[in-house]
């Protein structure tokens, strides 16, 4: 979001401090030098470039100020309090976030790709993307042979290749927390209310820190600004709500509002985290089921391994189990 001047206005009149005016022609001078042709964040990393090398502003953007970035969560591998699931041993929560102007883009891509796949189908109120449903041929992927459904899977994943976007990656080891609970004589916290906790914390540090350092003719700025979106649970959504809250009330100072709960049917980019944690979680599994050895992986193994590896991974800003 651009903060529009005042009209007859400029971003250089009388009143500019020299500095800040430096700055901005700075800017411009090697956005100029940047092929239009380039994508939008390659032109920002160039900008940025340019200014640095200026020597004034180090550290201060103006390309990245005023931005609002959409952060959508999604969970894998959920029991709620059951901490004895001996198929489910770890709680996943995944967020992507991207900027708010890439959105569409993203949107628009995964529109795309569904309609390569399922023609009109893709276009129906009800469809939706699964990670769960396209692993196991299941919905709408019923009808995909499995070398298919690998195909769309790395469709999918392969977005987060060509878009701007990040992930954030929690995970809640339960037997861990029981024995955990146990050993300090208390009732183990739900693992969605643990993982949320921990990654909102997370976001809002990696939104400080792109804020703009002081000293810089950019200081002081506080609009690098996240708002949160969530599939729709109904368990908890009421006690993640009350949490972020409280959170915003004790030092989350960069994410805005509050929870905004989506039917994944509606949001194509829930949809595309879903699928992300979907995979975190089976590559856990595999993990698991093969005593951490990927050598003894067979062929779905390693397909699930390298989804995660060659789209995910490299996207990954943070990610942890708990406890460890």
Known sequence: MRTACPRGASHEGAGAKPGAVRAKRAVRRASAAVPATQRLPERRAAQCTGLQQTGTATAACPSHLRTMYVFHLDESG??????????????WLVVLGAAAHDVHSIERDIRVLADSYFGLRA??????LHGAEIFGGRGVART????????????????????????WVRGIHKARLRERSRAQREDPEHPSILAFRDIVTSLDTWLQARQPAPGTPFAGATDQLGLLVSDQQDEVSRSLAAEFAHLRDTGIRSLIDTIHYVRSRDSRLIQLVDCVAFIRNRYEKNLT???????????????????????????????RVWPG
């Not at 959920?78 to 709680?91: A, N, R």
């Not at 276009?123 to 939706?128: N, V």
């Not at 951490?292 to 990610?319: I, N």
């Open 78 to 91: 959920s029991t709620g309090l059951d901490l004895s699931s001996t198929v489910e041993t770890v709680h």
């Open 123 to 128: 276009g129906a109120p009800a469809f939706e």
């Open 144 to 167: 995909l042979a499995p070398a298919r459904r690998v195909s769309l899977f790395a469709g999918v994943l392969g977005l987060l290749d060509t878009h701007d976007v990040h992930l």
């Open 289 to 319: 089921k093969c005593g951490g050895d990927e050598a003894r992986f067979g062929q779905s193994e390693t397909a699930v391994a390298t989804l995660w590896k060659e789209h995910c991974l490299p996207r990954v800003v943070d990610s």
